[in-house]
């Protein structure tokens, strides 16, 4: 299966294999913390087939982060040999000082033309989780709810403008929390909602786990219909969702926006009342007119449509940008390429957008060093309507010829 250097007589050091865990800054990690381990095997033989297994990992989450990777590398000596890669993520459960048991890769190699099977041990690795010494919260405690992340983005939507709706009205709030280096069933439950004025039903929570080469990542959808019940202006404060920066080490916050709920532009009452009936001159000029544009669509036809994000969601990049926030930018955008899959193809096509999002990518999910993009002439081209590839749209009717179908000759 895997091919080294030529057969021959094993070596003791041919063959080896370690766990290394990548603790953080001094050297212990709070308890649901993500921690890396790296399992490494250099192998200078012939490989036929492999099988690594896997302690229990007592006390401990984990997942495995994409597929193993097999490659070269060249020995103290000069020699190439089999190098084996794997990456784990795990998430202590508990304070305390663990062991993880050795890891066993299970080889049947080509010792000297003769088929043997053997098995290589890691070594035991001592992994210290730390107690809690910040100020209030820590992983011991049910309040607040404990959070450590890489990052932690937060997008918020409405459906329609919450400032629009009336007394009676119902507008559906969906937001989405996203951390960085976690496992879904680690983040918090939905966030209660509630003021003076206001019902709100709570719909169902969609949570779901990314795989990415860096480490998992969280989501979790949470979902309200909030419809109020007076008729004045209501404000809806802001919920603050506290989180531990894993990188930095300190304790940050996580913010869902405050909002507003009516008060938007009111009706006028000269808005409501009916239009007064037009005269018979002006209704005839209509008709000429409008005869006129019918003649002149025949001729050019109508048309096609555009594509556009929501004005919500334009609202959010065009916030995010003048924030210079990228990750919020990131999970706004994420969010309206799920919501219009049509115009995010575009976007992917689109020579201009399309290193932008590449560049925003790598910024965020890349080994840390590129620059961030642009975001303001980023979300400029984005919330630029498109027009659809391919023609007219299907559902625009076409015009048959004014005097019906062409005989035939």
């Known amino acids: 299966m895997l091919l080294a250097t030529p057969a021959h007589a094993i070596d003791p050091g041919d063959l080896t294999f370690t766990v290394t865990p990548e603790l953080p800054a001094g050297g212990a990690a709070y308890a649901r913390e993500m921690v890396l381990l790296r399992l490494r095997g250099v192998y200078r033989t012939q490989i036929l ?32 040999a089999l190098e084996f890669e794997r990456t784990i993520a795990v998430f202590p459960q508990h304070t305390g000082t663990f062991t993880i048991d050795p890891f066993i890769h299970r080889l049947t190699i080509n010792d000297n033309g003769e088929r043997k099977q053997i098995d290589v041990r890691s070594e035991a690795v001592p992994f210290p989780v730390a107690t809690w010494t910040g100020q209030g919260g820590g992983p011991d405690v049910a309040e607040p709810w404990w959070l450590p992340a890489r990052d932690v983005a937060i997008t918020d ?5 919450p400032e629009t709706i009336k007394m009676g009205e119902t507008a559906r709030r969906i937001v989405v929390l996203e951390a960085q280096g976690m496992l879904a069933e680690g983040l918090p439950p939905r966030p209660v909602m509630r003021t003076r004025g206001i019902a709100t039903f709570a719909g169902p929570v969609k949570r779901e786990t990314l795989i990415t080469p ?31 920066d ?25 808005d409501l009342k009916p239009p007064a009936p037009a005269g018979w001159p002006v209704l005839a000029a209509a008709a000429l007119a409008a005869f006129g544009l019918g003649i002149a669509l025949i001729g050019y036809g109508t048309g096609q449509g555009r594509l556009r994000l929501d004005r919500e969601q334009a609202r959010a990049l065009k916030r995010a940008a003048a924030a210079n926030d990228p990750r919020a930018f990131r999970a706004t955008l994420g969010e309206a390429m799920r919501a219009h899959p049509d115009l995010a193809a575009l976007w992917r096509d689109d020579p201009v957008i399309a290193p932008g999002l590449e560049a925003l990518d790598t910024h965020l999910f890349g080994n840390g060093t590129a620059p961030a993009p642009d975001l303001a002439a980023l979300a400029k081209a984005l919330t630029r309507p498109r027009r659809p590839v391919g023609g007219p749209l299907a559902s625009e009717p076409r015009l048959a010829p004014l005097d019906g179908p062409l005989a035939k000759a």
């Open 246 to 270: 894993t990188v930095s080490r300190t304790m940050r916050e996580a913010e869902i926006p405050a909002r507003q709920i009516g008060g938007g532009l009111a009706d006028r009452e000269e």
């Open 157 to 161: 939507h409405w459906d329609p403008d």
């Open 214 to 244: 860096t480490g998992p990542v969280a989501r979790a959808t949470y979902q309200w219909d909030v419809k109020p019940g007076v008729p004045e202006v209501i404000p809806l404060d802001a919920i603050k969702i506290p989180w531990f």
């Open 49 to 80: 087939l492999e099988e690594v297994r896997q302690p229990a990992l007592v006390n401990f989450s984990w997942t495995q982060l994409g597929r193993d990777h097999w490659g070269r590398t060249r020995m103290p000596d000069g020699q190439m």
